[in-house]
Nanobody, 124 residues
Framework: QLVESGGGLVQPGGSLRLSCATS????????IAWFRQAPGKEREGVSA????????YYADSVRGRFTISRGRAENTVYLQMDRLKPEDTGVYYC???????????????????WGLGTQVTVSS
C-alpha cells in the first residue's frame, strides 16, 4: 500500500515536501517513483529512487529543484520540491515496483502499485 501526503497550494518559488508512506512490502528490494499528471496531460515521471542500488533519477524539468530521499522512518520516501513553478501543478502519485524496468524508470507501465495521489497547485 502506498499513501501520499503533503500536497497543497503554494506560490511560485515556494517549497513543498511530499511523503509516500509504504506498507506491506520490504522497501529495500524496490524502487519508488513519483509521477505527476496535469489536467489533459499524460502522467509523467518526476523522480525515482532504487532502494536496491541507491540510484536516483530525475526528469530534466525538475533536476536541481526536486530531491528524492528515503526517510528515517525507513518505510517512507520523500520528494522535496523547491523553487516550484506553475507548470509543476498536478496530482502527484507515488508508485512502487521492483527496479527491473522493461521500458524505463519514468514509464507508468513499469509500476504495479500506486497511491491515490496528492494535489499540488502552484499559483499566485
Amino acid at each position: 500500500q502506498l499513501v501520499e501526503s503533503g500536497g497543497g497550494l503554494v506560490q511560485p518559488g515556494g517549497s513543498l515536501r511530499l511523503s509516500c508512506a509504504t506498507s506491506g512490502f520490504t522497501l529495500d528490494y524496490y524502487a519508488i517513483a513519483w509521477f505527476r499528471q496535469a489536467p489533459g496531460k499524460e502522467r509523467e515521471g518526476v523522480s525515482a529512487i532504487s532502494l536496491v542500488d541507491h540510484r536516483i533519477y530525475y526528469a530534466d524539468s525538475v533536476r536541481g529543484r526536486f530531491t528524492i530521499s528515503r526517510g528515517r522512518a525507513e518505510n517512507t520516501v520523500y520528494l522535496q520540491m523547491d523553487r516550484l513553478k506553475p507548470e509543476d501543478t498536478g496530482v502527484y502519485y507515488c508508485a512502487a515496483d521492483l527496479p527491473l524496468w522493461s521500458v524505463g524508470w519514468d514509464h507508468p507501465e513499469d509500476y504495479d502499485d500506486w497511491g491515490l495521489g496528492t494535489q499540488v497547485t502552484v499559483s499566485s
